[in-house]
């Protein structure tokens, strides 16, 4: 059952209770109808109640559904609001702590509104690439007016009941029991025979023309890769201007428009997929998870600031470690200017920054670090470096605390072994900045064990990063697959592109950021050095030598002043570099390749499709449990178009016969390790499946 129905004191009580936020899936929709039914044919029954167990009213339309054919199945929510609205005995929402989408159009669809104080209240669809679909955009407008609705409809965001509490949305809010509030309610307004509707309203405004015309000039320079902002703006101008049932016709038939949108595909995608990642398939969601109070990190550069930051800002203590004195100043001086920044442009009070600070103590003694619940280190990327310091740790620090690597590059298995508890290591992948970047790539060693994965990926949720747990292997996901992207990126270089064009492509296809700009950014002289190490461990790896020459020249990137492009002091804008340019021409005459015109399509192929093929490799190995795990760190740590999905949903929208195709077609006399297909894809196209099938 997930309704459930009883009469209180004359009141019929129905209640969704559809685990975990009752999402309003069919059998849900069919409760609501059956007990408005069931109150209806109850002559003791005087009024409805409305409303949700657990931890929400409802959390809207079972997302769980969508795309099934159980979403289409009578009666839709439509009908559930219509049958509300019909009621001869009047209906009254109770909500509480939760009330979003669908389950705050039912609530707008009833004849009142009570709520508890702190309920979050919102009309989320705009972040599922969807406008809401049950009324939400022809009610709120009646409810509180039309420009604070367009405002949640448009940005999704969330209100707490407490600001709505004299908006019109609510007729009580009541503080304390709220089903005893609302049954009181309820018998009140059975008493005063009124049935009121929110359809029988009008939207209040002085100046809706003037005022829509802004807002859809204003969206549609914000939202230029999604089209339900805008969609948004004209479901909210029909409330205004058409007729109510006119209204609700006309936002239908957007809604069913924007469900098949690419873009409302890809933002599913990643709303389940980030709540997907945080589940490991052998790891049950009781394990045990060990308190983490306090945090030490070792190593305070560029790593190490941001790793703490991230602690600090949740209010965990953190000891930071440095060798040297120097070192240690000016790794705290740093996180002390970040936070300073944040002040400056008001994100953060000055009250607050001394609060973070106040819980970071700077040492240079390992002694100090003893009780940490979890360490994590941030030193040189050097095994022998890496060594010694687990070495140290293994010595010092309690049993059963958590020793985690931010390593890049380096093997996790051979870290723990330096240790007498590798059931106690695991690699904890952070993305520079630090403190910004949302992915964390939990690196699974071998003997990692399972209680400690599931406090790490605990303390991830608290820490507010997307984490992804990758096994080991050389680059994990992220970079494992972007070896390949890079790798295909140089090639095009010497076979007749140049950065400008190659960047202008990728950028176009949606990335932040394209591969040689980004270079530039990060500083090419880090891939460099890996190139250097790989070329001793793997001779025979073919990749273009155009960026080992750059680097030869000192053209490392914005920080010199020059990388692939060219840059001016004090601007980060990069202008096309006339030498590096030159030098790349030269580069392809010194390897006898004759430069040809390369198509904009055939960039973004290779570069997307050299990801596919490497994650779909990185799938069948078990690195990666699931292809959204691979298309979550793509979307939140390498700049990839959100409203593409991931590397792993944009291939299975191509079609993954088309891929195979295209990695085929490639494999002939294109260079590079990208183009030999993964039996998977092969697999997969020939069953006629995608990866998220
Ligand atoms: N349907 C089904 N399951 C849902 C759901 C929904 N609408 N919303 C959340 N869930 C699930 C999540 O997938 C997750 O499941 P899991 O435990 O198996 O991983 C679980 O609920 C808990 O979710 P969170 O981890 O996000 O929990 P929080 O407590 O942090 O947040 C929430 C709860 C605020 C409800 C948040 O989940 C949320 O924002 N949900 C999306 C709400 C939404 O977009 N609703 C609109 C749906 S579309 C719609 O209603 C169409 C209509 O207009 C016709
Ligand atoms: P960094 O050079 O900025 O900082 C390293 C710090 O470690 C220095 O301050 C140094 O004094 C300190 N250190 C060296 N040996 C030490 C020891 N034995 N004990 C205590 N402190 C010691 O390097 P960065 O960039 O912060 O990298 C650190 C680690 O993070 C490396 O493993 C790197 O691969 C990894 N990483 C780096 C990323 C980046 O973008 N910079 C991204 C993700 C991971």
């Given at each position: 059952m997930t309704v459930e129905y009883k009469v209180q004191d004359g009141v019929a009580l129905i209640t969704l209770d559809n685990p975990p936020v009752n999402g309003l899936g069919h059998a849900t929709r069919l409760g609501v109808v059956a007990g408005v039914a069931r109150a209806a044919d109850d002559d003791s029954v005087r009024a409805i109640v409305i409303t949700g167990a657990g931890k929400a009213f409802s959390g809207g339309a079972d997302i769980r559904e969508f795309n099934t054919p159980k979403a289409a199945q009578e009666p839709s929510l439509h009908t559930v609001i219509r049958i509300v609205e019909a009621s001869a005995k009047p209906v009254v929402a109770a909500l509480h702590s939760v009330a979003m989408g669908g389950g705050l159009e039912l609530a707008m669809g009833c004849h009142y509104r009570v709520t508890a104080p702190g309920t979050q209240i919102a009309l989320p669809e705009v972040k599922l690439g969807l406008l809401p679909g049950a009324g939400g955009t022809q009610r709120l407008p009646r409810a509180i007016g039309l420009e604070p609705a367009l405002n949640m409809i448009v940005s999704g965001d969330t209100v707490m009941s407490d600001a709505l509490a004299d908006s019109g949305l609510f007729d009580e809010v009541i503080d304390g029991d709220l089903l005893a509030g609302a049954i009181a309610f309820a018998q009140r307004a059975a008493e005063s025979g009124k049935r009121p509707l929110l359809r029988e309203r009008k939207v209040a405004h002085e100046n809706a023309e003037g005022f829509l015309q802004f807002a859809r000039n204003t969206v549609a320079a914000m939202a230029k890769n999604f089209p339900a902002p805008v969609k948004c703006?004209?479901?909210?101008?029909?409330?205004?201007?058409?007729?109510?049932?006119?209204?609700?016709?006309?936002?239908?038939?957007?809604?069913?428009?924007?469900?098949?949108?690419?873009?409302?595909?890809?933002?599913?995608?990643?709303?389940?997929?980030?709540?997907?990642?945080?589940?490991?398939?052998?790891?049950?969601?009781?394990?045990?998870?060990?308190?983490?109070?306090?945090?030490?990190?070792?190593?305070?550069?560029?790593?190490?600031?941001?790793?703490?930051?991230?602690?600090?800002?949740?209010?965990?203590?953190?000891?930071?470690?440095?060798?040297?004195?120097?070192?240690?100043?000016?790794?705290?001086?740093?996180?002390?200017?970040?936070?300073?920044?944040?002040?400056?442009?008001?994100?953060?009070?000055?009250?607050?920054?001394?609060?973070?600070?106040?819980?970071?103590?700077?040492?240079?003694?390992?002694?100090?670090?003893?009780?940490?619940?979890?360490?994590?280190?941030?030193?040189?990327?050097?095994?022998?470096?890496?060594?010694?310091?687990?070495?140290?740790?293994?010595?010092?620090?309690?049993?059963?605390?958590?020793?985690?690597?931010?390593?890049?590059?380096?093997d996790v298995d051979r870290i723990a072994s330096f240790t007498k508890r590798p059931q106690d290591v695991v690699g904890m992948h952070f993305f520079s900045p630090a403190n910004v970047m949302k992915l964390l790539e939990v690196v699974r060693g071998a003997k990692t064990s399972k209680d400690v994965l599931a406090t790490v990926m605990r303390i991830a949720k608290k820490i507010r990063k997307t984490a992804v747990v990758s096994g080991v292997c050389d680059g994990f996901i992220g970079n494992r697959m972007i070896e390949q992207y890079?790798?295909?990126?140089?090639?095009?270089?010497?076979?007749?592109?140049?950065?400008?064009?190659?960047?202008?492509?990728?950028?176009?296809?949606?990335?932040?950021?394209?591969?040689?700009?980004?270079?530039?950014?990060?500083?090419?002289?880090?891939?460099?050095?890996?190139?250097?190490?790989?070329?001793?461990?793997?001779?025979?790896?073919?990749?273009?030598?155009?960026?080992?020459?750059?680097?030869?020249?000192?053209?490392?990137?914005?920080?010199?002043?020059?990388?692939?492009?060219?840059?001016?002091?004090?601007?980060?804008?990069?202008?096309?570099?006339?030498?590096?340019?030159e030098m790349i021409e030269q580069h392809s005459r010194d390897l006898g390749i004759k430069r040809r015109k390369i198509s904009d399509e055939e960039i973004v192929e290779r570069l997307v499709y050299a990801l596919v093929n490497e994650g779909a490799k990185i799938l069948e190995e078990g690195i990666a449990s699931k292809a959204s795990d691979v298309d979550m760190v793509y979307l939140t740590g390498y700049g990839f178009p959100l409203f593409v999905g991931g590397p792993m949903l944009y291939a299975d929208t191509v079609g993954l016969h088309n891929v195979l195709q295209a990695v085929r077609r490639y494999s002939k006399g294109y260079r590079g390790e990208a183009w030999q297909p993964a039996p998977l894809i092969e697999r997969l196209a020939e069953q006629g499946k995608g990866f998220n099938d």
């Open positions: 703006v004209d479901a909210v101008q029909a409330a205004v201007q058409k007729r109510f049932d006119d209204g609700i016709q006309y936002e239908r038939s957007l809604f069913i428009e924007l469900m098949y949108t690419p873009q409302s595909r890809a933002l599913r995608h990643a709303f389940l997929g980030e709540r997907a990642a945080a589940k490991i398939p052998d790891v049950p969601e009781d394990t045990p998870v060990c308190k983490v109070e306090r945090v030490a990190v070792i190593g305070a550069g560029t790593m190490g600031g941001g790793i703490a930051m991230n602690f600090l800002n949740a209010g965990i203590p953190v000891t930071i470690l440095e060798t040297k004195q120097e070192a240690l100043d000016r790794g705290v001086a740093t996180i002390r200017k970040n936070y300073e920044n944040s002040a400056k442009k008001g994100k953060l009070t000055q009250e607050k920054v001394e609060e973070r600070m106040a819980r970071l103590t700077p040492t240079l003694s390992y002694d100090d670090i003893r009780d940490a619940d979890l360490v994590i280190e941030a030193v040189f990327e050097e095994m022998g470096v890496k060594e010694s310091v687990f070495k140290r740790l293994d010595e010092v620090v309690k049993p059963g605390a958590i020793l985690a690597s931010n390593t890049s590059t380096l890079g790798r295909q990126a140089g090639f095009l270089l010497d076979e007749g592109a140049l950065p400008e064009q190659v960047d202008k492509a990728i950028e176009k296809f949606g990335f932040a950021m394209g591969p040689f700009r980004m270079g530039d950014l990060a500083g090419n002289d880090i891939g460099w050095a890996i190139r250097k190490r790989r070329a001793v461990e793997r001779p025979d790896m073919t990749y273009s030598k155009t960026g080992d020459v750059l680097c030869e020249l000192g053209h490392f990137g914005q920080k010199t002043g020059a990388g692939w492009y060219d840059y001016k002091a004090g601007d980060r804008k990069a202008y096309p570099s006339q030498a590096v340019n």
